[in-house]
């Protein structure tokens, strides 16, 4: 069993950047694929990024590239978001998951495709 806990969700100007955290309980961390997913308003929840267990591979929507980076701690049991030039459309609810390992890539997006979620945390950009 896994506990997953967002932080880190605000308010921000359109081009600004954000820091979301995760905090995981339990001693497996270290052997969960992590995502992160968000869900605008009105929408579907979407997926973001993932994270391999060892931090070796990563994957991002492409509406996200080049300005949200993933990583994790896997000492510190924490997976974190690191959002640069924020866009009014990127205003959503972010929830972390942990899926198993390995997850097969043609399913990396899948909500499906993950055991635990965290319970959200708001992201909101003004333009």
């Known amino acids: 069993q896994v506990q997953l806990v967002e932080s880190g969700g605000g308010l921000v100007q359109t081009g600004g950047s954000l820091r979301l955290s995760c905090a995981a309980s339990?001693?497996?961390?270290?052997?969960?694929?992590m995502g992160w997913f968000r869900r605008a308003p009105g929408k579907e929840r979407e997926f973001v990024a993932i994270?391999?267990?060892?931090?070796?591979?990563?994957d991002y929507a492409d509406s996200v590239k080049g300005r949200f980076t993933i990583s994790r701690d896997n000492a510190k049991n924490t997976v974190y978001l690191q959002m640069n030039s924020l866009k009014p459309e990127d205003t959503a609810v972010y929830y972390c998951?942990?899926?198993?390992?390995?997850?097969?890539?043609?399913?990396?997006?899948?909500?499906?495709?993950?055991?635990?979620w965290g319970q959200g945390t708001q992201v909101t950009v003004s333009s």
């Open positions: 339990g001693r497996t961390f270290s052997s969960y694929v």
């Open positions: 994270i391999s267990r060892n931090s070796g591979s990563t």
């Open positions: 998951a942990a899926g198993p390992s390995p997850l097969r890539f043609e399913i990396r997006t899948g909500i499906s495709s993950y055991d635990y």
